[in-house]
Structure formats: C-alpha cells, structure tokens
C-alpha cells in the first residue's frame, strides 16, 4: 500500500533552515502529484508546495514564495521541503501529501490528495 513518510521537523530560531523529507513507497512515484502541507492546532490546514513528480513542475503559497522550494530525488522516492529563512509563523506541524495525476492536470495544492503522511513538527521561535 501506499505510504509516506517524512522526517527531518525540528525546533530552530528565526532566520535559520530546515530540511524536511518525506520517502514515498507502494507506487509509481513518477505518476504522482507530490505536496507539502502544514497545520497548526485549531487552525485549517494550508498548502505550503506541490511539484509535479513527472514533469518538475511547482507551485508554492504566498506565504513561503522565495523562502521555500520543493526538490525531489526520483531515484530514492524521496520528496524534500528545504525552507529557508524562517519565520515563527511558519510554526507547524508539516505533512507530506501524494496523488495520482494524469496526462493535462496540474499539481495544485488545491487537489483532493488521496495520500498522507504522519507529519513531523516544525518549530520556530523568535
């Protein structure tokens, strides 16, 4: 079955980078739509980036836009957050996201992801 798991959420300060991973097995990775979200306790989940696994392609929120980018290791399965810069709104847990996606769609974060990591926090303090 389908399983994603990320790693890599830790506590740092303004300002500083962290990395995030999240290794997908159980599918054809290169079919799929990959994303990022993030969500705080009490408050709706947003979407941070997607990347289209097949084509490179990416979309990123507002919010993150220059701070963040999404890589991906097609080789290893392996999606990355790397995120720069970062604020103490950025303060979430993150999660990893993946859906199938077929010839002509985009990789929106507004797509109904089918598949969902556990999540990992992310801490940032002033």
Do not use: I, K, N, P
């Given at each position: 079955q389908v399983q994603l798991v990320e790693s890599g959420g830790d506590s740092v300060q303004a300002g500083g980078s962290l990395r995030l991973s999240c290794v997908?097995?159980?599918y054809a990775y290169n079919r799929n739509c990959m994303a990022w979200f993030r969500q705080e306790p009490g408050k709706v989940r947003e979407?941070?980036?997607s990347i289209s696994a097949g084509t490179g392609m990416t979309y990123y929120a507002d919010s993150?836009?220059?701070r963040f980018t999404i890589p991906q290791d097609t080789d290893k399965n392996?999606?990355?957050l790397q995120m720069n810069n970062l604020k103490p709104?950025?303060?979430a847990m993150y999660y990893c996201?993946?859906?199938r996606i077929?010839?002509?769609q985009r990789c929106t974060l507004e797509r109904d992801f089918g598949y969902?990591?556990?999540g990992t926090q992310v801490t940032v303090s002033s």
């Open positions: 997908a097995s159980g979407g941070v980036a993150v836009q220059g392996t999606l990355y709104e950025d303060t996201a993946a859906d077929y010839l002509g969902w990591g556990q």
